[in-house]
């Protein structure tokens, strides 16, 4: 018997399958919710040839004709006079008549008129015999509750709504449970994000560094040494996290590396020993200055022609609009928002027109509903905006297509630093999914972290912030066996080793970082700065310290302080194959591992492998790779691996800590996004940003648009899910922020003096 598990609802037996009934008021809700109105038409399209048993294609040619209003107009195949309209705008019974009129007006024929909406239409009835009254037609209306009545119709509605909500609707669950949509597989934003990072880590692209210096560069406008205005690194890296509304601790090594570097000859940056900060040379200060006068007299040349472009069509329709550019400027916020990649693109490249129209409508439309102007004039405004923006996109004067591609190419490098909606959608989504079990690899160098500042709590903050972020973080008895075994081991190993020579340890700190235990490390540390009395008090922040209940104690202290789960084996229900835990342990021997740990390990990993199974991980209907990692720093295991299973087990269980820390934790957050593109879409401090950036990032995300525009929607998805996996493994990222223990950090620091 099959099963399909999909939303809401209880199970229902058709003939020898099993389906999900869907809860009707779940349908409803989830489908409300939406606002992208081609992802609505394909839905659409789908949901209804399972009902009416026909197929659909476009309208096609209505732009052409110089007709707008009238997007996601499509006709059955068999009958070309019988025209459907998907909409998902609120005012539904407006839109309706709106369409109906502009069918009329340019004489387009039709026998039966379809409207669709995900809105509940009011007095549908009534609605439809004044309708039929007025154009001598039958107007059919099929609004959410329509729909919502028919999603139990048949298997095939059922898999419409399950392929709909599986590939837009992502969920979001810390803080809170809230759900977004979005088409993640037709924008090519995540596709050219996700390839461009990893033939960044193959090859020798220097995109980040590239971010860097941008951003550094204009940090340091305004600096000048004879006034005693210089920034230090820290100064600099906090600017940055200013200007860009989240915390540049993605790009905190680069910067420290590029100071040093832009600081060379020939030298862009300064660097003046007595004032002990960074500033930018004469020369470069007079070239900024002479910029800003020039991006000053451009924006306000671009608001000047705007506004007369508005002035004109206004008068031309006879429309009173007290402050239209105001909408403009939200409309071009908006633009950037919801398809920057694609409208940055053709405004820098003049490539894929088409783009920009798929979603044109429905912004402008979106952006007027969300204005005070009022209802008997919006349609007649949207009218006019719509004209507005086409004039100023393709046939924008030499100031007007200047500010758009200054803007472009600030947008370009915030996209390039994950900061963009649909790439926060994807990588927060895919946190709500994951089911990582934490090595002590991880967990040792975190807990020896405790005495440190929050700042340089690299392994802390890491499994801190992956569990805020909704990331399902356990250990099963494996690790926790190992965890107490370890603590038992740096107790013995205090006693017999550094009890008796503390002296020897404290009289410098140099000597204190060479100890080999990071724990017994930490301790020393923590004395030094008379956090701890003596290794017992130092124990006791974890464990009893005869470690007469460690195991519960552990358990309790992981949870509290990481939200880390315990899983027994017993509950997972799964089986490992015996000859293939036999043939790994053998292997793990060979690679010097003592038989306690060979032993655990083979058992722990081919664990991994059968929850992956069992769990059908490998189902291609999602697009966010594997769910369930080993989070470890250790590679032994995982070349023994490759070694005796070769491709068996092709996609490895382990994830880089480095992987959780760039992509989930230090991303940039849904809410920082937000005010990252209100400030600069459209700003003068948008086009000042762009001064710095090279042609050459434009061009490489230009090449990667098109390589997404040349496949299919199902080659599209498997890349995705592909690239996913391999920056979660990928062992030679580079320019990334590693996860390094501060005093491993400090030592080779004081190595250099």
Request: with cysteine; glycine share 4%; hydrophobic share 35%.
């Amino acid at each position: 018997m099959i099963k399909f598990e999909f939303i809401g609802g209880k199970s229902l037996i058709r003939g020898d399958i099993t389906l999900e009934f869907i809860d009707p008021e779940v349908f409803e809700y989830a489908l409300s919710l939406l606002d992208d109105g081609k992802i609505f038409e394909n839905f659409v399209n789908s949901f209804l040839s399972e009902i009416l048993g026909h197929t659909f294609t476009p309208v096609g040619g209505l732009h052409d004709r110089g007709i707008d209003g009238l997007e996601y107009l499509f006709n059955q195949k068999e009958r070309k006079q019988y025209i459907f309209q998907s909409s998902i705008q609120k005012d539904c019974k407006n839109k309706l008549h709106l369409s109906l009129k502009k069918l009329n007006d340019n004489k387009i024929r039709f026998d039966k008129f379809y409207f669709i909406t995900n809105r509940i239409f009011p007095e549908i009835d009534k609605e439809t015999d004044h309708l039929y009254e007025q154009y001598k037609k039958p107007i059919y209306i099929y609004d959410l509750k329509w729909l919502s009545a028919r999603v139990n119709h048949s298997e095939g509605t059922i898999r419409a709504y399950e392929v709909y909500i599986s590939d837009h609707f992502h969920e979001f669950k810390k803080p809170g449970k809230s759900y977004i949509f979005s088409n993640l597989i037709d924008d090519p934003r995540l596709f050219v994000f996700l390839r461009q990072q990893w033939d960044e880590s193959k090859g020798d692209l220097k995109t980040e560094e590239i971010l860097a210096d941008t951003l550094i560069l204009y940090c340091l406008e305004g600096t000048d040494p004879d006034k005693n205005q210089v920034k230090t690194n820290e100064e600099i890296k906090k600017d940055i996290s200013k200007l860009i509304k989240f915390n540049p601790s993605l790009l905190s090594d680069t910067i420290d590396k590029r100071l040093i570097t832009l600081s060379e000859k020939p030298r862009q940056i300064k660097y003046h020993t007595k004032q002990k900060g960074y500033c930018l040379p004469y020369d470069t200060r007079l070239q900024i200055q002479e910029r800003n006068f020039k991006d000053n007299a451009l924006y306000k040349t671009f608001k000047t022609q705007v506004k007369h472009k508005l002035k004109k069509y206004q008068g031309k329709e006879n429309i009173k609009l007290s402050d239209s550019f105001s909408l403009i400027e939200a409309i071009i916020n908006k633009l950037f928002y919801q398809q920057g990649l694609e409208f940055a693109d053709f405004v820098l490249e003049g490539e894929n027109q088409s783009a920009i129209e798929k979603d044109l409508g429905d912004i402008i439309s979106s952006t007027v509903d969300e204005s005070s102007v009022g209802l008997k004039n919006r349609e007649e405004v949207k009218s006019l905006l719509l004209v507005t923006i086409r004039d100023i996109v393709y046939n924008g004067s030499f100031e007007q297509k200047l500010f758009l591609k200054k803007l472009s190419n600030t947008y370009m490098m915030l996209f390039l630093l994950q900061c963009d909606p649909k790439l926060c959608i994807y990588f927060s989504t895919m946190a709500s999914e994951l089911n990582i079990y934490v090595g002590n690899s991880i967990l040792v160098p975190a807990l020896s972290e405790i005495f440190l500042k929050p700042i340089n709590k690299n392994h802390c903050n890491l499994l801190k912030k992956a569990s805020d972020l909704g990331v399902k973080l356990s250990i099963n008895k494996t690790i926790l066996d190992e965890l107490v075994s370890h603590f038992r081991m740096i107790k013995n190993k205090y006693e017999v080793e550094y009890k008796d020579n503390e002296d020897i340890y404290l009289s410098d700190e140099m000597m204190v970082l060479y100890v080999e235990d990071i724990m017994i490390r930490a301790y020393f540390y923590a004395k030094l700065r008379e956090e701890v009395t003596d290794f017992d008090e130092f124990l006791d922040k974890f464990v009893t310290p005869n470690m007469s209940n460690a195991e519960y104690e552990l358990l309790e202290w992981l949870e509290d302080e990481f939200g880390i789960k315990f899983i027994s084996d017993e509950s997972l229900e799964i089986q490992i194959n015996a000859a293939d835990e036999k043939l790994l342990y053998k292997e793990l021997k060979n690679l010097k591992k003592d038989d306690v740990r060979a032993q655990s390990d083979s058992k722990f990993v081919l664990t991994i492998y059968a929850i992956r199974e069992k769990n059908n991980e490998m189902d291609s209907s999602h697009i966010f790779g594997y769910k369930t990692w080993w989070l470890t720093k250790d590679v032994r295991t995982q070349r023994a691996v490759r070694n005796v299973f070769n491709d068996k087990y092709k996609i490895t269980c382990y994830m880089r800590p480095d992987f959780l820390l760039n992509y989930i934790s230090l991303a940039p957050k849904k809410r920082d996004i937000n005010d990252v593109y209100k400030e600069i879409f459209p700003s003068l401090l948008g086009v000042n940003i762009s001064f710095h950036i090279p042609e050459e990032v434009s061009g490489t995300v230009h090449k990667y648009i098109k390589m997404h525009a040349s496949k299919s929607p199902v080659r599209i998805k498997a890349a995705i899910r592909d690239l996913t996996d391999k920056l979660k493994t990928n062992p030679k990222l580079r320019n990334r922020k590693k996860v390094e223990h501060f005093l491993d950090k400090r030592l080779s620091e004081l190595k250099k003096y």
